[in-house]
């Protein structure tokens, strides 16, 4: 791995702040780290960092202090953004009722060469990139990196759309971490969309980087430009791929989700209900990556694919990409989650179903999870039926009357951290005792299995798998009966191996 080398313009954002808030920030040793100063009116100021936020000094600031900042600082948009010229900081206000700027954010923006060098092979392979991950967690960071990667080291024609000039900075000369892209402004928020549009039209761009995909219009703009062949490099809302599926205005960027009602006959195949989800378009990125650290990425190489899976209930299985105590690239492998064929044995055994309370969980996503992974459970609105509660972690807090009541039933109860199927599936996979560890082989077999079962549910002939361990075979026949396909183990040891059947060669 390269050595990551940063440029941060510190000085120039340190100057708009009053005396007293400068002496009080060089005196700290942490410095280089931080991360952006807030001044609100009537306030102690504040110094925020990576891992925490400290006073700056002990008065608070006044309206005069605000006065000083603003004189240093470009024009407000409407966005309420502002920066300094020739750097990356931004700047951004709080107004009062009469529009009276009443507070300020002050970020630093820093440009940091080889923050990319972890997926630098997806940046160069031409497909479209989708970055999500939580605020200050580096997005900008390495669309800035991978600008100037593209047009500079490439030399491909890059445009940046650059909404509040956070990306190549303020004034009319864009900032050099850009590299050789060029850069469009945009007038107001409202009108990105249009602009990303132009670019395409007027301006002939192999690659287009655009900086939070927030709205419908956004999300149409960034389908046309990837239906035209230019490689689009983004961001948008959302700290997941789940999230962003979820999400109504931006699940186009993924495919979309459409109802479908299936026939009595490919229900019975599919072994499912009738009416499922699935995947309304092809998404308009073709790769997506999760910032879960600055250090440590989850990549869904097929976004096609992973959002498929998870419609069908599965949790997605990305790459994991960690930097090392050495700092040498680590590329790890999440294990499946998919308990199905322990749940097999459950229902076997179990006499009667689990009667699950839920508040605050959303009813839908823990129903689908239910019915997708055929779970010997069901919900109650009755907390006085239930043989487990799962509450959500931020009702945890207010629900405390709640909570003794499960206490006092000797209700066992469990939380879930977020409406996510990932987290649901977990915290039912502890209501019903599933821990469940994976090897790489049972992992690999599982993968190569389901690719079986679509095939044969879409027509295909007798499909023949790796030779495998009577265990891991095991696990495939229970698999593929959940889909109500036909299997048999062949062949002699060490080369005995599943074959996947389709319905139709025994109707």
């Known amino acids: 791995m ?9 000085a120039q954002l340190l100057e708009i702040l009053p005396p007293e808030v400068i002496r009080a920030l060089q005196e ?121 990667v593209l047009s500079t080291e490439l030399n491909k024609r890059v445009i940046v759309i650059d909404t509040s000039n956070e990306i190549a900075g303020d004034g009319d000369i864009p900032h050099p971490a850009i590299g050789r892209a060029r850069r469009m402004q945009v007038p107001t928020p409202s009108l990105q969309h249009a602009v990303m549009i132009e670019a395409v039209e007027n301006h ?43 999400n109504p205005t931006l699940s186009d960027l993924v495919g979309g989700i459409q109802s479908v009602t299936l026939s009595d006959e490919e229900a019975r195949r599919r072994g499912t209900q009738k009416s499922i989800l699935e995947r309304k378009a092809p998404p308009t990125f073709d790769l997506a990556i999760e910032i879960q650290d600055r250090d440590r990425l989850a990549v869904h190489s097929d976004v096609a694919d992973t959002v498929d899976q998870m419609l069908r209930g599965f949790m997605p299985s990305p790459e994991i990409r960690q930097l090392g105590e050495d700092g040498a690239l680590e590329i790890l492998k999440e294990p499946l989650a998919d308990v199905s064929h322990h749940i097999s044995n459950i229902v076997k055994t179990a006499g009667a179903k689990i009667r699950i309370f839920p508040y605050a969980v959303s009813r839908s996503q823990l129903e689908r999870v239910i019915r997708t992974l055929r ?75 389901r690719l079986a079962i679509d095939q044969a549910l879409e027509g295909a002939g007798t499909i023949e798998l790796k030779p495998r361990s009577a265990p891991i075979r095991r696990l495939q026949h229970e698999l593929v009966e959940r889909y109500q396909l036909k299997s048999q183990s062949v062949g002699s040891e060490p080369n005995r191996r599943v074959c996947v059947y389709p319905v139709d060669l025994f109707e």
Do not use: W
């Open 375 to 449: 779970m010997p459970a069901e919900i109650t609105k009755n907390l006085s039926e239930a043989d487990a509660m799962l509450i959500l972690k931020a009702n945890v807090k207010s629900a405390g009357r709640l909570l003794q009541d499960a206490e006092d039933r000797q209700t066992p109860v469990y939380v879930v951290k977020s409406n996510t199927i990932p987290q649901i599936q977990r915290s039912l996979r502890e209501v019903m005792h599933l821990d469940v560890q994976y090897v790489p082989e049972e992992d690999d077999a599982l993968k190569e299995t």
């Open 2 to 10: 390269s050595e990551k080398k940063t440029m941060d313009n510190l």
């Open 28 to 148: 700290m040793p942490n410095l280089e780290d931080l991360v952006e100063v807030v001044m609100d009116l009537g306030r102690v100021p504040e110094a925020r960092f990576p891992e925490g936020s400290e006073d700056l000094g002990v008065a608070p600031v006044t309206r005069a202090d605000l006065a000083h900042a603003l004189a240093r600082v470009g024009a407000f948009s409407l966005d309420n953004r502002a920066g300094i010229e020739a750097t990356l900081h931004r700047i951004s206000c709080l107004r009062n009722r009469q529009g009276e700027i009443i507070g300020l954010t002050c970020r630093v923006g820093r440009a940091v060469a080889g923050t990319i060098d972890m997926i630098r092979d997806m940046v160069e392979s031409g497909r479209s990139l989708l970055l999500l991950g939580r605020p200050g967690i580096g997005k900008t960071t390495k669309l800035r990196e991978i600008a100037r």
């Open 204 to 246: 002939m761009p192999e690659v287009i980087v655009i900086d939070e995909i927030g709205t419908e219009q956004e999300a149409l703009a960034a389908r046309t430009i990837a239906e035209r062949g230019v490689q689009l490099i983004g961001t948008a809302h959302g700290n997941s791929l789940e999230n962003l599926l979820l």
